[in-house]
């Protein structure tokens, strides 16, 4: 297939306003990239087999996308490479280190799935009362998310470099005046420096909708994070402007503004922006106001590319399988249903219930799938059986399963695809599989829950250069292959 008919078949049923205008940057953004759209030429046939050249296995040491982008979807790049605006300020976590915060973030993700319904009723009383005062809402830590964006806010517009976090509801930025903030790369964002920004009352819909909140003496709107490593994030709920794109805004959008904030030792962001399904994240503010509920993303192959995030009903690329968005346990977080994984073209022995049991969560901010002990016991057998060819290297952290890849300059690594119920099977290159430490320390990139009831999470190893699509409005996630470099 031409990459020109890929390319301008993507312009098909907009929306209005500017859910429309991010739809179509969303869907013509891939085009931007040469080699992406001319890989997509090739056959689309699962293979059996990767055969990888170790060098492009590694990220490299100089930010390879464009600096200046024409498109109007948001940038996204990871937050410890040489594409983010934080590389400057050096001190990025080690693999070992970033492993071991994606499990406390993965802690943080059961403790709250397991606390879903007593938080939820919490909820449903303090709307009853200005008075009560809630617990702290437990977030998830602060430091394991990975990919960033710049967002403007208030008028004029102060850009700022926010995580994306499909875990959370409410965005919130550090905000002056500040009680404790903690240093960070831009200007603090000043209410009073913004000509839009203004106060959400406590008893107003807006206050309440969101879960961390309290009402003050003085009528403000208060939150209160915390997170499971100590960090947290305290403030008053309020409304600005948000620039989400060249020349694209939301007006009254609704967020923390932090005076109180501390988070761990590395590349320290500026906020973080809320995807979930809750009722005040960023994709369900856009729908309220722009209908067209949904947002897509793209998650780059390294950390020396880039990728994008768009919001709005978009009409899906092409290529793109869904499959069903359904409820689980928690109701901010997207489920899928995840029913089986092929290896070499062949599905592993694993009773769908297996993965029933938890549930199957999609995440951007955790690093590596969890899958139930059985499904991963057959995964890993199944791919040491195609690896024999190779050295072993010592485990990484929570990944037991590696390689030692010195001398070699290609490797051949089996093809694996996850399979969603109704037979939607998504096939994973080869970077889906692998964690990449270094070249004598190179893992198979999934690891297990340990326990068979717990919730398993579809990880951000695994969805890099798919577009991700949230179809809210029609209930389904897509996944499109290349996507982004
Ligand atoms: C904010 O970011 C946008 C998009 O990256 C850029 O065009 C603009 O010049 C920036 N504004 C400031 C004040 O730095
Ligand atoms: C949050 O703010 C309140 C009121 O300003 C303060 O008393 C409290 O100590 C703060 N919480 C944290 C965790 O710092
Ligand atoms: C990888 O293999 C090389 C060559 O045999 C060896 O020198 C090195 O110590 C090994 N590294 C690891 C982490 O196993």
Not at 467 to 472: E, F, L, N, S
Request: hydrophobic content about 35%; overall charge positive.
């Amino acid at each position: 297939m031409a990459s020109g008919a890929r390319c301008s078949a993507r312009h098909g049923h907009g929306r209005r306003g500017i859910a429309a205008v991010l739809a179509l940057a969303a869907l013509a953004s891939p085009c931007r990239h040469g080699a992406a759209a001319a890989a997509a030429a090739e056959g689309s046939e699962p293979k059996k087999w990767h055969v990888v050249s170790i060098s492009s296995l590694l990220p490299s040491t100089a930010c390879t996308a464009a600096k200046a982008s024409k498109s109007s979807a948001l940038r996204v790049v990871h937050r410890h490479g040489p594409c983010s605006p934080l590389h400057a300020r050096g001190d990025a976590p080690s693999h070992a280190e970033i492993l071991e915060r994606d499990q406390d973030r993965v802690d943080s993700i059961r403790r709250r799935i397991a606390g879903a319904s007593a938080i939820i009723s919490d909820a449903d009383r303090v709307a009853d009362s200005k008075t009560v005062s809630l617990p702290a809402r437990w977030g998830i830590p602060l430091d394991t998310t990975n990919y960033i964006t710049t967002v403007g806010l208030g008028t004029p517009p102060r850009n700022l470099s926010v995580e994306i976090d499909t875990g959370s509801d409410l965005s919130w930025v550090q905000c002056k005046p500040c009680a404790r903030c903690y240093e960070q790369q831009d200007p603090l964002y000043d209410p009073a420096q913004s000509s839009t920004h203004s106060a959400v009352p406590c008893g107003s819909r807006e206050c309440q909708k969101v879960e961390a909140q309290r009402c003050a003496a003085d009528d403000k709107c208060r939150y209160d994070i915390t997170y499971a490593d100590k960090s947290h994030t305290n403030g008053t709920v309020v409304r600005d402007a948000l620039t989400l794109a060249v020349s694209h805004a939301l007006p009254g959008f609704v967020f923390g503004c932090g005076h109180d904030n501390d988070m761990g030792p590395y590349d320290k962001i500026d906020g973080i922006f809320g995807l979930n399904r809750g009722k005040v994240s960023l994709p369900s503010q856009v729908a309220a106001r722009y209908g067209g509920a949904g947002f897509s993303y793209c998650l780059p192959s390294s950390p020396s590319a880039e990728g994008y995030l768009a919001f709005g009903g978009a009409a899906p690329p092409p290529n793109a399988q869904f499959t069903e968005m359904v409820n689980g346990a928690e109701p901010s977080s997207y489920y899928l249903d995840l029913v089986g994984i092929k290896v070499a073209g062949r599905e592993l022995e694993i009773p769908p219930a297996v993965f029933a049991a938890g549930g199957t969560i999609i995440d951007t901010g955790t690093v590596i799938s969890r899958l139930p002990p059985r499904a991963y016991a057959a995964l890993r057998s199944a791919f040491v059986r195609s690896m024999a060819a190779y050295r072993r290297a010592p485990a990484l952290s929570l990944l037991d399963t590696c390689y030692n890849f010195t001398g070699h300059t290609r490797v051949r690594i089996p093809s694996a695809a996850l399979v969603f119920a109704g037979g939607t099977t998504v096939s994973l290159n080869a970077r889906g599989l692998l964690f990449v430490s270094t070249v004598s320390q190179t893992c198979l990139g999934f690891a297990s829950t340990g326990d068979e009831t717990t919730v398993n999470i579809l990880g951000n190893t695994q969805q890099k250069t798919f577009t991700v699509i949230y179809d809210v409005d029609k209930k389904r996630i897509g996944f499109g292959a290349k996507g982004c470099n």
